[in-house]
T-cell receptor, first 114, second 113 residues
């Protein structure tokens, strides 16, 4: 079965520092990969997605992610974070052997400190 | 405005009392889905629907029912709620599942005592 592992449950970082949120997935075939963000007391919204093609994907709010097929990873990065980036971030996978199912990781809580 | 709406937003109920959480989207999306969010577990898919009258189980379907009689609506039914179904529930929709972005509703916080 397909799965998603987010390697850090919490990531504290100072404002204007770079950040990387790590996501590994397991699948024997090609899948679609997503990063969503959840601000406090809100639903989720899409940051970016990888379907095929270029392995570097750019999303909203200055975030980007790199798809690495050999390491089955899809890490999220931002070169300089703001206080407003404090939120929970979820990596998700769909397609492949899971068909129309979507599997989410457990989430990474990003704390940006002044 | 394109949106996914859920009702109610908050619900406290007792064990065994049947309840329905409604979900509606106005984007003419084919794919709709229900998730529950629990601390440390992320979102887990309960059921999804690829179109009218087409539904399938997600990873945690036990204790839940769904129906898709109209394209815009996808209600979640708990016929006999139990305390372990206390959770935050999200409805989502997308154009056609898999490769498409999902749009999420605001969530329904359910407490079963």
């Amino acid at each position: 079965a397909q799965s998603v592992t987010q390697l850090d449950s919490q990531v504290p970082v100072f404002e204007e520092a770079p950040v990387e949120l790590r996501c590994n997935y397991s699948s024997s075939v090609s899948v679609y990969l997503f990063w969503y963000v959840q601000y406090p007391n809100q639903g989720l919204q899409l940051l970016l997605k990888y379907l095929s093609g270029s392995t570097l994907v750019k999303g909203i709010n200055g975030f980007e992610a790199e798809f690495n097929k050999s390491q089955t990873s899809f890490h999220l990065r931002k070169p300089s974070v703001h206080i407003s980036d404090t939120a929970e971030y979820f990596c998700a996978v769909s397609g492949g052997t899971g068909g129309f199912k979507t599997i989410f990781g457990a989430g990474t809580r990003l704390f940006v400190k002044a | 405005e394109a949106q996914v709406t859920q009702n109610p937003r908050y619900l406290i109920t007792v064990t065994g009392k049947k309840l329905t959480v409604t979900c509606s989207q106005n984007m003419n999306h084919e794919y709709m889905s229900w998730y529950r969010q629990d601390p440390g577990l992320g979102l887990r898919q309960i059921y999804y629907s690829m179109n009218v009258e087409v539904t399938d189980k997600g990873d945690v379907p036990e204790g839940y029912k769904v129906s898709r009689k109209e394209k815009r609506n996808f209600p979640l039914i708990l016929e006999s709620p139990s305390p372990n179904q206390t959770s935050l529930y999200f409805c989502a929709s997308s154009l056609s599942g898999r490769a498409y972005e999902q749009y999420f509703g605001p969530g329904t916080r359910l407490t079963v005592t």
